[in-house]
């Protein structure tokens, strides 16, 4: 897999981050929306733990992109560019935080139960049989079982969504749940906040209202601890703003716009 796709013909001030961990060409869409105002970097993390993607991260922006560049990470990207931006503040000019999860443990412990609780009967059921056997130490082929499982998120996560399709080209269990694991930890211990103390750059958050990830886990820490933040709610609007019947629209202009 290449490291990185590129859309346009540069120069590149803008990078696109996908989310996951491990589910690379997802925002595929926004990268080529987005194209059409400036040419965009789109990073594939390819890396099993946290040190590794932010290496890998800070490499492709270092041999690709224009310095400083506008980072715009989408849910676990989101973090990922937070922690390039916190480690390497000379490559980052503005940070954006697409549909971030929370920055605080207590407002995390409610998104897998928003997300089943939204699921009818039997999708409910099906996703929490996923769930059991990924976390299952013997289950063979956790890949497959992952991809399932967000199909079944994506439904729950969405407003009222044009589609549900998702260009990510597979989903990878290893990276999810290793880097996925070291940044969880990171967040209980509050060393993802303190973070913000070595931004540098402006912030800006663009979170939909029906986002399982609540939108006060995002707006109120990095409120008290960025002095350079703004938060942007987006209505009717769920985890993927870009597929959103209500809220697309609004959302490219936005990030045109901050940009």
Known sequence: MRPVRQWGPGPYPVAVIHGGPGAPGEVAHVARELSRVKCVLEPFQTETSLEGQIQELRGVLV???????????????????WMVAARYPALVSRLILVSSPPFEEQYAVSVTKT????????????????????????TPDKNVLLGKLGCLLAIADAYDPISLENEAFHCQYDIFKNVWDEAA???????????????????VAIHGDYDPHPAEGVNDPLTRELSDF????????????WIERNAGEEFFETLAKEI
Not at 186 to 197: C, E
Not at 230 to 241: E, N, S
Request: aromatic share 6%; glycine share 6%.
């Open 230 to 241: 703004r938060f942007i709610l987006l209505k009717k609007c769920g985890h993927r703003p």
């Open 185 to 203: 930890e990171m967040r209980k211990s509050q060393v993802l906040l303190r973070m913000a103390h070595s931004i540098k750059c402006p912030v």
């Open 115 to 138: 997300r089943l609780d939204r699921l009818k009967a039997k999708e409910r059921a099906e996703a929490q049989a996923l769930l059991g056997q990924i976390e299952d130490p013997a």
């Open 63 to 81: 041999e690709h992109g224009k310095i400083p560049l506008t980072l715009i990470g989408f849910s676990w990207g989101a973090f990922l560019s």
